[in-house]
T-cell receptor, first 114, second 112 residues
Framework: GENVEQHPSTLSVQEGDSAVIKCTYS??????FPWYKQELGKRPQLIID?????GEKKDQRIAVTLNKTAKHFSLHITETQPEDSAVYFCAAPKGDQAGTALIFGKGTTLSVSS | EPEVTQTPSHQVTQMGQEVILRCVPISNHLYFYWYRQILGQKVEFLVS????????KSEIFDDQFSVERPDGSNFTLKIRSTKLEDSAMYFC??????????FGPGTRLTVL
């Protein structure tokens, strides 16, 4: 089955700096990679995702890159702000059927200090 | 914007008791999921449900767990005989089948 590794586990940056979180996956058939942001005591919220037919996707200050050959994908946050402080989880599909469940990485706690 | 809702927000129970966690998925979604998150750890998949039957389950989802869609809107997770290690946040999620699963606010289950 799919296995997702995520690092670093914690990341501290100064406001305005960039942050990068990396994940690797094991199943070469995986074709969809979402990222979730979870603030303390809240639900995981989908912030960006990427399909395997593209190498990069951007949405304002966040971007995700995918390297299918190496089976890794990364989240990039530019111009970080204190409100970006949260736990970020990457995920990959468990199977290849429609509606398959997600397998999550262990999470990265991002702290942005002003 | 429609959201997944869950009740109760917090459930405290004694070890060995049965609990039922309730979820209302987004109305036009067809796939429903339960995940759990032990405090400070990652989100773990439990079970997915489609067309009134379980489509996938993890090794965590043993005979103590069951799911049901009792009517056209609710989706429930039952734990028959709770154990201390069942204490966690339980998230319901739903999707239309394409990319994107949307999570509810969670139910914090505390087993004493």
């Amino acid at each position: 089955g799919e296995n997702v590794e995520q690092h670093p586990s914690t990341l501290s940056v100064q406001e305005g700096d960039s942050a990068v979180i990396k994940c690797t996956y094991s199943d070469s058939a995986s074709n969809y990679f979402p990222w979730y942001k979870q603030e303390l005591g809240k639900r995981p919220q989908l912030i960006i995702d990427i399909r395997s037919n593209v190498g990069e996707k951007k949405d304002q200050r966040i971007a995700v890159t995918l390297n299918k050959t190496a089976k890794h994908f990364s989240l990039h946050i530019t111009e970080t702000q204190p409100e970006d402080s949260a736990v970020y989880f990457c995920a990959a599909p468990k199977g290849d059927q429609a509606g398959t469940a997600l397998i999550f990485g262990k999470g990265t706690t991002l702290s942005v200090s002003s | 914007e429609p959201e997944v809702t869950q009740t109760p927000s917090h459930q405290v129970t004694q070890m060995g008791q049965e609990v039922i966690l309730r979820c209302v998925p987004i109305s036009n979604h067809l796939y429903f999921y339960w995940y759990r998150q032990i405090l400070g750890q990652k989100v773990e998949f439990l079970v997915s449900f489609y067309n009134n039957e379980i489509s996938e389950k993890s090794e965590i989802f043993d005979d103590q767990f069951s799911v049901e869609r009792p009517d056209g809107s609710n989706f429930t997770l039952k734990i028959r005989s709770t154990k201390l290690e069942d204490s966690a946040m339980y998230f319901c999620a739903s999707s239309a089948g394409g990319p994107g699963q949307f999570f509810g606010p969670g139910t914090r289950l505390t087993v004493l």
